[in-house]
């Protein structure tokens, strides 16, 4: 009899256990989500000047990435996982067998890595783990990161999206404040299964002159339902230091809505970046002196007004000081949070004035939902180099339509066409401070499809 009360008390405090587990899992696994995301992707660039192989390049592949979200367990402290696995399938392009000669080389920049003979890996994939921690309204991340930020953003131009390595914080406890803090280490760029270090364009980071410390932190605060103001500050160690100020506002403007997005960079140079010539950045420094430490202060005001289906925009940017714009950039495809990121060039040059002006429809307005089309022209003037001020344009049309119901929904096809030009002599790009800049024509072709799994 002795032994009964305390099975039952074992029996008792194990049930209690089982129960407590079950209800602290049950958010864990019942707010969980699964999306199957597939992107069919082809681009054919053709360089129009120049002599660098290749001239043209094209590149057609299919891309599968499986984005696992769960819930938070139950409780004052919840605790969780995300995951996200992807694959990238080269179905045709530069590198073919029996195709050897510089002309048909992959470039550096494509979707798929390079093989150690130059030629294109058949596929590449990556396994992306990030556990997460939330008390009441704040959440910490640590692991697979895919910041969309100001002073960090990432690049999604090709097959599969660029992810980072890091830990983040974002606080909502006040109402209408975000604040955001984190560090990023490592990024796996577009086209890549492995994790480099971060550096910026003009450094040498083929021998080292890299870094594993992007200190960020910021504030989204909405002070009323239409008006959105932002302070980012971000330091790539042994670069550059930043500040971003934004404002975003909307108001009804007859039948129409009017929208302006104003936004001010300050950057200026970090640690080795101020003396050291294997960390410095592009730009212009005069003489023929193209690199030196970062030096910018970037402005920038776009204004569209949406009414019946149009959208008509238009914007100014202007880009003062010695150097470039400066983003985190490791080769391999990296985004600006500019508005003058186009699909080929991104407007950032040293001294670079840059108006543009922007048109899209949505064809809903007309009865036929899901189908829209858009044209972007930008011109780039005054560009510092050392053969006086240079010019440059682009021009983007994209048409794309998302299937809106019936057994194909959500189905979605895009095409993406982009001419530029640099107004400069192929001889000349290497002596003109806007190196790598050659005039292209381009298209991208993309079919995407996302089901849910959970």
């Known amino acids: 009899m002795g032994k009964k009360p305390l099975a039952l008390a074992v029996a008792s405090a194990c049930l209690s256990l089982y129960a407590f587990s079950s209800a602290q899992a049950a958010g864990f696994v019942e707010d969980s989500k699964a999306t199957l995301s597939m992107r069919n992707f082809y681009i054919n660039t053709d360089n ?3 002599s660098a192989k290749p001239s043209k390049n094209e590149e ?6 499986l984005n696992y979200q769960s819930g938070y367990t139950q409780g004052t402290v919840g605790f969780g996982v995300d995951a996200v696995g992807m694959l990238g399938l080269r179905l045709d392009g530069g590198g073919r067998v029996g195709k050897s000669t510089a002309e048909r080389q992959p470039s550096t920049s494509g979707s798929f890595p390079l093989d150690t003979d130059g030629s294109y890996e058949n596929e590449f994939s990556s396994l992306g783990l990030t556990a997460k921690v939330k008390v009441s309204e704040t959440e910490l991340r640590y692991g697979t990161l895919s910041p969309k930020l100001p002073v960090v953003t990432i690049n999604d131009g090709r ?12 606080s909502k406890e006040i109402k209408d404040l975000t604040f955001t803090a984190g560090q990023l280490s490592k990024t796996k760029t577009r086209g890549s299964s492995s994790s480099d270090n971060l550096s910026i364009a003009g450094a040498n980071s083929a021998t080292g002159e890299n870094t594993n410390k992007f200190w960020y932190a910021g504030a989204d605060y909405q002070l009323t339902k239409d008006l959105t103001l932002q302070y980012y500050y971000g330091n790539l160690e042994d670069f550059y230091k930043q500040h971003f100020l934004g404002l975003g506002h909307s108001i009804k403007l007859g039948e129409g809505t009017f929208k302006t997005d104003l936004r001010y960079f300050n950057s200026k140079d970090d640690g080795a970046n101020n003396n050291t010539s294997s960390y410095y950045t592009s730009g212009y420094y005069g003489g023929n002196t193209l690199k030196g430490k970062v030096d910018n202060q970037l402005y920038s005001a776009l204004f569209a007004y949406t009414i019946q289906g149009h959208t008509v925009a238009a914007g100014y940017q202007i880009s003062n000081g010695n150097s470039d714009f400066p983003f985190i950039n490791t080769g391999g495809g990296a985004t600006a949070y500019i508005n003058t990121d186009a699909q080929i060039a991104k407007f950032n040059r040293a001294g670079e004035d840059t108006w543009q002006v922007r048109y899209s429809y949505d064809f809903a307005a007309v009865g036929m939902p899901g189908l829209t089309a858009g044209v972007v022209y930008l011109r780039g003037d005054n560009i510092d180099t050392g053969r006086g001020d240079r010019s440059e344009w682009e021009r983007d049309f994209t048409v794309t339509y998302v299937i809106p119901q019936g057994t194909f929904k959500g189905l979605g096809l895009s095409w993406k066409n982009a001419s530029f030009r640099t107004g400069l002599p192929a001889s000349a790009q290497n002596a003109s401070g806007v190196p790598g ?6 298209n991208r072709l993309i079919v995407s499809y996302s089901l849910p799994l959970l």
């Open 159 to 170: 097959l599969l999206p660029q992810t980072f390595q890091g830990g983040q914080i974002q």
């Open 60 to 65: 057609w592949g299919q891309g599968f990435m």
């Open 48 to 50: 129009r000047n120049g």
């Open 437 to 442: 800049a050659r005039d292209q024509d381009e």
